[in-house]
């Protein structure tokens, strides 16, 4: 099963067809978008924020998300190598648990 990354605002893509994430504020990327709405593959997973990243995946589809390309690929290289998560147990207690991305 392949590994699934959080690109904002309950939006859930594959990280395994992901080939870029650029910056949006250059005139060529905004070139790449309109050429991409055209074309009928931009996806605008933003909910109607700014577009703070431009995801390009293997089938040439655009995606727009409202979360910074450094947090995106913060969460790709996350969910490959596992991240720790803290829970608190009813009397206050915490526990550090190792979630890996599989499964996800």
Do not use: C, W, Y
């Amino acid at each position: 099963m392949g590994k699934f990354v959080n690109i904002g605002f309950g939006n859930i893509i594959a990280s395994s067809r992901i080939v870029a994430i650029l910056a949006p504020s250059s005139a060529p990327m905004k070139r790449l978008k309109d050429e991409a709405r055209k074309q009928g593959k931009l996806i605008d997973a933003t909910q109607g924020r700014k577009t703070r990243a431009i995801i390009i995946t293997d089938s040439d589809h655009i995606i727009l998300s409202g979360i910074q390309v450094e947090t995106i690929a913060q969460r790709i290289n996350s969910a490959s190598s596992g991240i720790a998560s803290v829970e608190r147990d009813s009397s206050g207690a915490s526990d550090i648990k190792e979630i890996s991305g599989e499964g996800i």
